[in-house]
Nanobody, 123 residues
Framework: QVLVVESGGGSVQPGGSLRLSCEAF????????VTWFRQAPGKEREAVLC????????YHTDTIWDRLTISRDKAKNSVYLHMNKLKPEDTAVYYC????????????????WGQGTQVTVSS
């Protein structure tokens, strides 16, 4: 059985930072593309950032390239989303999703999803 678990969400003020974690059980994330998606209230779920052994790091959203980054810890079988200079428009539920092969923005291509973690940016 495969399980993907996100953690690290919370409430922060504008300009603050958070680190979201995505840990997998039952698969080795080294061989999967791992994408962070987010879904803001009333909006479609969008791909934000991806890491894979084929593509390296891929930014799917232009507005975050200087504020968000992604990293992997092989020993912990985890991927992290590092979020800095957060803005109110970053408020969303953040999901970790994995798929074999390359990064992509197509939600239907992803095999395993976590339950999501809420990020709220507000003063």
């Amino acid at each position: 059985q495969v399980l993907v678990v996100e953690s690290g969400g919370g409430s922060v003020q504008p300009g603050g930072s958070l680190r979201l974690s995505c840990e997998a059980f039952g698969i080795a994330l080294d061989y999967y593309a791992v994408t962070w998606f987010r879904q803001a209230p009333g909006k479609e779920r969008e791909a934000v950032l991806c890491i894979s052994h084929i593509d390296g790091i891929t930014y799917h959203t232009d507005t975050i390239w200087d504020r968000l980054t992604i990293s992997r810890d092989k020993a912990k079988n985890s991927v992290y989303l590092h979020m800095n200079k957060l803005k109110p428009e970053d408020t969303a539920v953040y999901y970790c999703a994995t798929k074999p092969g390359r990064c992509s923005v197509g939600r239907s291509e992803y095999t395993y999803w976590g339950q999501g973690t809420q990020v709220t940016v507000s003063s």
